[in-house]
């Protein structure tokens, strides 16, 4: 007998890769894996001009036409959009949609239209504050826009789950109870076999010490805080390396000095290779996280941390045991913990050991994906209390 089709679900994710971000990470890594059990469709908005449909490793990338707004931050769906999820529905029998965030017009056109056709879904919550803007009108009027579009959501989704502890926590402000967690995630086979001859290729001694920041560049996310702790420890052992796109003026005051590295955006592979060549992982942001992908990735490659207890950060950084918590904004405490590190070879390695160990054993996709799994294989999971989910298939 011919083999049974795998079941459809949709991942509806308004931004997706190549546009940066955490949100746009995990919806790609969790369609991934997802997608070792079921045909995977992610719905995102073409905010990159790419190819409407394509098939991207195991997992089918419907690109829909929108309007980009806020330097494509916040994408417009434009009518054809929601006309083109809808024929998928007609023309296909989809088991369940995971909606990644409330934030975001199209998410909640697409809401609307998974509870008209009955098809189950729940909602993945990122965000563990409101997002503060370069403009102040903005920063007052976000929580009026957030509130509203999440007044609907509420009619419309009662299943909601978070990246990480704090985000769940997040819920409460809007009155939402949280079903529980969909982590956020590293896949192991990422980290094997990776080139260790980036420092070889940018000239870096082979005895300097080299600290790294990965992320969007904005002032919230600390990358200005930490090089100006760097500044205020001089040593000549000391390189920066600050990779990712975004408000680079910030980082004018630092173009031309030696000792730092501004990349801009890199490949991720590329990424890796610094991660692999450094011996810091430095995040001190104000941002509100909800569990960045970054500081699970230099776990896997037992790179030790020193963050700030932004969102769900705590839930992976252990102060003192899988690495250094310090307050964000406050580039002399960030200076006193990274001299710290610097000038204590043998606490990198147990932070760096501990934090890969906990990486490994509670954030791989793996894991996520089968918790993921079993919350689409409870067909009446509108019924089902989060904590019956696993009863039912034990039995």
């Known amino acids: 007998m011919p083999a049974t089709p795998p079941e459809k679900v949709i991942i509806l994710s308004s931004l997706y890769p190549p546009h940066l971000g955490g949100v746009e990470k995990y919806s790609e890594s969790l369609a991934r894996a997802l997608s070792q059990e079921f045909d995977v469709h992610v719905f995102c908005m073409n905010t990159?001009?790419?190819?409407?449909?394509?098939?991207?490793?195991?997992?089918?990338?419907?690109?829909?036409?929108?309007?980009?707004?806020?330097?494509?931050?916040?994408?417009?769906?434009?009518?054809?959009?929601?006309s083109a999820l809808e024929q998928f529905i007609l023309d296909n029998q989809v088991k369940y949609a995971l909606i990644q965030t409330r934030l975001?017009?199209?998410?909640?056109?697409?809401?609307?239209?998974?509870?008209?056709?009955?098809?189950?879904?729940?909602?993945?919550?990122?965000?563990?504050g409101h997002i503060r803007f370069k403009?102040?009108?903005?920063?007052?009027?976000?929580?009026c826009y957030e509130h509203g579009m999440t007044a609907i959501f509420k009619q419309l989704c009662r299943n909601y789950y978070g990246v990480s502890q704090a985000a769940v926590n997040w819920l409460k402000h809007f009155k939402i109870t949280g079903k529980g967690l969909l982590h956020n995630g590293i896949d192991p086979s990422d980290f094997t076999g990776i080139d260790s001859g980036?420092?070889?290729?940018?000239?870096?001694p082979a005895d300097a010490i080299i600290v790294v920041f990965a992320g969007r560049i904005l002032r919230s996310k600390g990358p200005v805080d930490l090089l100006k702790a760097c500044d205020k420890i001089n040593d000549p052992s000391l390189h920066v390396v600050i990779a990712g796109n975004g408000d680079m003026h910030l980082l004018n005051p630092w173009q031309d000095k030696e000792r730092v590295h501004i990349?801009?955006?890199?490949?991720?592979?590329?990424?890796?290779?610094?991660?692999?060549?450094?011996?810091?992982?430095?995040?001190?942001?104000?941002?509100?996280?909800?569990?960045?992908?970054?500081?699970?990735?230099?776990?896997?490659l037992r790179l030790p941390v020193i963050s700030s207890p932004a969102g769900g950060i705590v839930e992976v950084i252990h102060d003192g045991e899988t690495g250094l918590i310090v307050p964000a904004g406050n580039?002399?405490?960030?200076?006193?913990?990274?001299?710290?590190?610097?000038?204590?070879?043998?606490?990198?390695?147990?932070?760096?050991?501990?934090?890969?160990?906990?990486v490994l054993s509670e954030f791989t996709w793996e894991s996520i994906a089968q918790k993921a799994a079993r919350i689409i294989q409870s067909h009446d999971i509108e019924q089902i209390h989060p904590a019956e989910i696993d009863k039912k298939h034990q039995n």
């Open 263 to 300: 990349l801009g955006g890199i490949p991720h592979a590329e990424m890796l290779r610094v991660f692999k060549d450094a011996q810091i992982f430095c995040l001190p942001t104000a941002y509100p996280e909800g569990l960045p992908t970054v500081i699970l990735e230099a776990g896997a």
């Open 198 to 204: 980036w420092r070889v290729s940018h000239q870096i």
């Open 135 to 143: 403009n102040r009108l903005t920063n007052l009027l976000w929580p």
């Open 331 to 358: 580039p002399v405490e960030l200076s006193k913990a990274l001299a710290r590190l610097i000038h204590d070879q043998a606490l990198r390695e147990e932070l760096g050991r501990n934090l890969m160990d906990l």
């Open 104 to 128: 975001y017009p199209f998410n909640l056109d697409a809401a609307r239209l998974f509870k008209r056709k009955g098809i189950p879904f729940s909602v993945v919550e990122h965000g563990t």
């Open 48 to 82: 990159e001009g790419l190819p409407e449909l394509r098939r991207e490793r195991s997992v089918t990338v419907h690109r829909l036409e929108c309007t980009p707004l806020f330097e494509k931050r916040l994408p417009l769906p434009k009518k054809s959009a929601l």
